[in-house]
């Protein structure tokens, strides 16, 4: 079955693994491969993603089609209907849904995008220090794509994202969240994730900047956030 997109004022979803972790990139990266290392107080978390050098990681602004595609999902389970990781829909409604010009150049931006997030591999590896316990889960970002008389899109998502909604495990962000610039949109996202339901919550400059990945250089960034705080 197809979702057919036609839905406005949708509440607007991300999910929590590309929250927690820099699996997007501020700039079209075309290094290989990229891992990082997270250590908690239940688990040590390797985070992998690889892409085909010739045509580059996923961007933060390429995710605001991932974001589209949860933000449906998310709304047809809502209303009771079975939902598929098989997404069918009119180009302009994504145009809109994320503030981006309709002109010619959006068009051939967009299929740029499309070929990062098929490009993309992302693998998960946790341990559990407790029992000992792993678990592994490597998935693409998009499965493949048709381009339909131009306007229309058919996009294949991995299994994986009817998995993070059938757990819940997706955020709701700020209708304000595409006026934002690309690191402000990571600075944001990471703090949702770990306020949580609280009303506050505190982290190390350095730690939050390690969790970001980004690739300015560190002074850059501390200059960033605490201009975000001003």
């Known amino acids: 079955a197809l979702i057919v997109v036609n839905e406005k004022d949708l509440s607007i979803r991300d999910d929590l693994s590309s929250v927690e972790f820099p699996i997007f990139t501020e700039t079209s990266s075309k290094v290989p491969l990229r891992s990082h290392t997270y250590l ?16 580059g990681n996923a961007t933060v602004k390429d995710k605001e089609l ?3 595609a949860l933000s449906h999902m998310m709304a047809a389970k809502n209303r009771g ?8 829909f009119n180009l ?11 002109g010619g150049r959006s068009y051939a931006l967009f299929e740029k995008a ?10 998960i590896d946790r341990t559990f220090f407790e029992t000992g316990f792993t678990i592994k889960y490597p998935y693409k970002l998009i499965e493949n794509f048709f381009i339909i008389d131009k306007n229309f899109v058919q996009i294949t998502f991995p299994s994986r994202i009817i998995e993070l909604i059938m757990r819940n ?7 304000h969240y595409f006026d934002l610039t690309v690191f402000e949109r990571q600075v944001y996202e990471l703090v949702l994730r770990r306020i ?12 939050l900047i390690a969790r970001l990945g980004s690739s300015q250089t560190t002074k850059h960034q501390k200059q960033a956030i605490l201009a975000i705080v001003k």
Request: charged share 30%.
């Open 40 to 55: 908690s107080k239940i688990s040590k978390t390797t985070v992998e993603v690889r892409c085909f050098p010739d045509i």
């Open 66 to 68: 991932w974001i589209f």
């Open 81 to 88: 209907e079975q939902i598929t990781n098989v997404l069918r």
């Open 92 to 102: 302009i409604d994504f145009f809109k849904f994320s503030g981006r010009s309709q």
């Open 114 to 123: 499309l070929q990062r997030l098929e490009s993309t591999h992302v693998t």
């Open 169 to 175: 495990e997706v955020l709701a962000l700020d209708k």
């Open 196 to 207: 949580g339901k609280k009303n506050s919550f505190s982290i190390s400059l350095d730690k």
